[in-house]
């Protein structure tokens, strides 16, 4: 007699699939909810219990672990002591395992979910189960999603039995789909007890992969993984893009630096080309866009207000690929889906989880990680260097710049006044390229860059960058400090007048 192992909290199929296993003279072995489940649908089903002689025990929390049920599992067929050993002790044949894990990922969504709680939904039986049936993948079927019910259902069909290439597949699915598992409690669990060191060990718990339709370019295959959908709303438009994803990224990071003021952020190539203030988003807008009027041709905006219908006949003007606000009312919804190419999506910024810490990867299969760059510029020092002391003007858009500098790449120089951006040097192999392009930006846009400040997100190297910004029109400059030619910064500085300041902290974004 031949098993099929099923125990799920997921029901999705489960009775026409039992019926496609009986059909083939497969005897259904099963627990509580699941055997349940079944006889209401007449089909029939053992209780575990008959196989094992062990009722579930400890509430629950052991119901298959037991020498029977995994012997039953991985014994080899061909193996004339494995088969030996089956008949003195009686294991069963389990030819399929068919199991969901308990739901710990939606339990500890929940707001104010217990500790307990959360413990109380890690599986252990049904991880055990996965692992050994993909283990003996050559004669054992695993089923750990429902969507695979219809392939397994339709070779059935056709030969009684499954392929190997098709148990290889859900093999590696469900070892997938346990270490994902066991990520996601280690992560909790990290979090919640409060361990913050980079482990020396770590995996990550990539799952919710939805295939993009390509990724940096055309030629690359692209997939997102994790929770992105639960915390954001696609409201119209084609699908997102693999670079539509990191510009919106980036400019939901930078808007919580800007919480005070409506605040506009334009996007290209994962960095701000224009970012604007004012007492209304279409002020807000003009700003930004003032900045590059170019840059923003199918680029990203992000904004911190709900969008109503006067922002949204100022932003029709302008071919954007996505716009993210927090909500956007009826009358500009409707304006704005009459724009094919447009994708609109929603959030609440509030509840969007902050990056805990960032991954790179590089050659060698190997990953970088790091903490985010998460630090509150508030907390950092402001100290005055040069002769001259800033005005209070001059500090107000120095804190703009300085805010800004932070999501730009790096070489990155900022030009700004309190509310706005002005010229922006981005991705620069030195730091004086990157003052230059910001200055030549600027007079292409036709902005004047009398009294403005300037920020740079490492220390100048030469004077040469405090020179340029000077002749430029700027009069403050806000700096991170630390370099050994500093005094020769400092002197050039206080030569042009510029009131100059150091943070103590670079923000190198690469």
């Not at 259902?153 to 070892?175: D, N, W």
């Not at 922002?311 to 909500?327: D, G, M, N």
Request: aromatic share 8%; charged share 25%.
């Amino acid at each position: 007699m031949s098993y099929a192992l099923i125990s799920v909290s997921d029901k999705t199929g489960l009775v026409p699939f039992a019926e496609a296993l009986t059909r083939v003279g497969i005897t259904i072995l099963s627990t509580g909810g699941t055997a349940r489940a079944l006889r209401n649908a007449r089909l029939p089903a053992q209780e575990l219990e008959v196989v094992t002689g062990f009722p579930e025990l400890l509430g629950g929390r052991v119901k298959t672990l037991h020498p029977k049920i995994h012997g039953g599992i991985l014994w080899l067929r061909e193996n004339e002591e494995h088969d030996r050993q089956r008949q003195a002790f009686g294991l069963p044949e389990i030819r399929f395992v068919v199991v969901n894990l308990y739901p710990f990922l939606e339990t500890i969504r929940r707001p104010g979910v217990a500790l307990e709680e959360a413990i109380e939904k890690i599986d252990i039986g049904g991880c055990a189960l996965a692992r050994s049936a993909a283990k003996n993948y050559r004669h054992v079927t695993v089923v750990v999603d429902p969507r695979d019910y219809p392939e397994v259902i339709r070779e059935l069909a056709q030969s009684g039995e499954t392929s190997l290439g098709l148990r290889q597949r859900l093999a590696v699915k469900a070892f997938a789909q346990v270490s994902a598992y066991d990520s996601a409690i280690a992560g909790y669990l990290r979090e919640r007890i409060g361990i913050d060191e980079l482990p020396a060990t770590w995996s990550l718990p990539l799952v919710n992969g939805q295939s993009l339709r390509y990724g940096e370019n055309p030629h690359q295959r692209g997939i997102l993984y994790g929770e992105f959908w639960l915390h954001f709303q696609q409201l119209h438009g084609k699908e997102l893009s693999y670079n539509n994803l990191l510009d919106i990224d980036s400019g939901i990071s930078l808007l919580p630096d800007f919480s005070e003021r409506p605040t506009v952020a334009i996007l290209k190539h994962g960095t701000p080309c224009g970012v604007g203030s004012a007492e209304t988003l279409p002020k807000a807008w003009e700003k930004a866009l003032a900045t590059d009027r170019e840059a923003p041709f199918g680029g990203v905006v992000a904004v911190n207000r709900p969008v109503d219908l006067s922002f949204a006949e100022t932003l029709s003007e302008v071919f954007t690929e996505v716009t993210i606000a927090p909500e956007f009312d009826p009358q500009a919804l409707a304006l704005l889906q009459k724009k094919k190419n447009l994708r609109l999506l929603s959030a609440d910024f509030s509840q969007i989880p902050r990056h805990r810490f960032s991954f790179r990867s590089i050659l060698g299969d190997s990953i970088l990680a790091q903490e985010p760059d998460a630090a509150a510029l508030d907390s950092e020092p402001r100290r005055v260097v040069s002769r001259r002391l800033p005005t209070p003007k001059e500090r107000e858009a120095m804190e703009f710049v300085w805010r800004v500098c932070k999501h730009v790449r790096s070489n990155a120089i900022v030009f700004g006044a309190t509310d706005r951006t002005l010229g922006i040097g981005a991705g620069q192999m030195s730091r004086v390229d990157a003052v230059r392009l910001a200055i030549a930006k600027a007079k292409n846009a036709g902005l004047s860059l009398a009294g403005s400040a300037v920020a740079s997100d490492g220390f100048f190297p030469f004077p040469d960058s405090v020179v340029y910004a000077a002749e430029a029109g700027a009069t403050a400059v806000i700096q991170p400090g630390g370099s050994i030619r500093d005094p020769e910064v400092i002197a050039a500085a206080d030569e042009h007048g510029i009131a100059l300041v150091f943070t103590g902290r670079r923000h190198f974004r690469h």
